[in-house]
């Protein structure tokens, strides 16, 4: 009886032995698991935007993001940049040639750029039969500027041969006005900056295209929706002039703007029909101080001249101010004065700009029933075209001064 309960004993005890040591086994192979996944290059399937000289690219299979960096379908981002592509089966090997630049690529391996290895981060892949490539490399190493909006998730390509471009954004900053201009030679000038709230909003969007510092800055008039984001501005940018209406308010918006202007040391001037020239663009105010009854009415219009392709940007100025406009006045493009409202746009300024693309900077939903349907049918009877902030988002218009195209960023 001894006996059987020391075996009995024995058998328990090795029996737990043997469940410990699966445990063991389990916690190390979860481990392992665990490790193996951690140390795993980071694959994710992202959907960015991609835009390319001001064309959207659309891919058949959808981009990935590997260790940060984003891969695109072959073929697709090589057509875009109209580069020629060879593929090498049995070497695995991608050339693309465009001008005097040779790309090579090897699949999962060594990269070439005219003949001399280089480094990068995300090599060319196939994944489920597809090929993919690096977007940021094989852009930059055919001449092209590559910009990233983590905010929208688009990626924007512009070709380097088309660095003559002007680029204007109308910055969706909802009831408010920010007009951002992107001349050639790094030349950039800021109209507005919507209201304080927007200001940080209006600095990323500057950030994300590049901007380092603007060398004009305009501010219609001292209402809120167009320089409470300005202090926000000038805090993040170093300005180079500074032009304004010259009307001063009794708020505190435009009291911080004041001091902030100030301590800016920009050159800070009214408007008083002044004219600026860079290279064959030139901008032109068509307004100088004068004594008007609405704040309104003080807003600083000025005029983008890009060769065949103009520019009229109206601030909120109402009727009389319209009225007052002299000179030469048509454009194929009218940022719609006052945000739509019924106070502005009247038929004697449409005749006169003969515009094409109306843009309306409006929020959604606002409590003053912007654009107004008088506005709306107005311009829909002169055959102009609408873009809205609060239906198309930002809207940037890119021209070489004979043509122009249009994207929409709606977040």
Known sequence: MQKFGFILRDFV?????????????????????????????????????VIVNSNTVYFDVQPITLNGRTLVPLRAIFQALDAEVKWDEA??????????????????????????????????????????????FVSESLGCKVQYDPVTQIITITDSSLAEMVKVHFIDVGQADAIYIDLPSETDILIDAGNKEDGPQVVNYLKNQGVDDIELLIATHPHEDHIGGIPAVLDAFKIEKIIDSGRQADTNTFILYQEKVKAENAIWNSNNKQSFSFGPNSLKILTAVGSWEEINDSSVVCRLDTGDIEFLFD??????????????LSAEFLKVGNHGSDTSTTDQLLSKVKPEIAVISVGAGNPYGNPSREILDRLKDAGVKIYRADLNGTIVVSTDGKTFSIITIKC
């Open 13 to 49: 005890k090795r029996k737990f032995a043997l469940v410990d040591k699966i445990a063991a086994v389990k916690k190390t192979v979860s481990l392992m698991v665990f490790l193996f996944i951690l140390f795993l290059p980071v694959l994710t399937y992202a959907a960015p935007k």
């Open 91 to 136: 070497t695995q090997t991608i050339t693309a040639t465009r001008s005097d630049t040779e790309i090579v690529l090897v699949i999962g391996g060594k990269v070439y750029r005219n003949g001399v290895q280089v480094t990068i981060e995300a090599p060319a892949l196939i994944i489920k039969g597809r090929t993919m490539v690096p977007l940021r």
């Open 315 to 328: 601030g909120d100025a109402q009727e009389s101010r319209e009225k007052s406009l002299t000179g030469e």
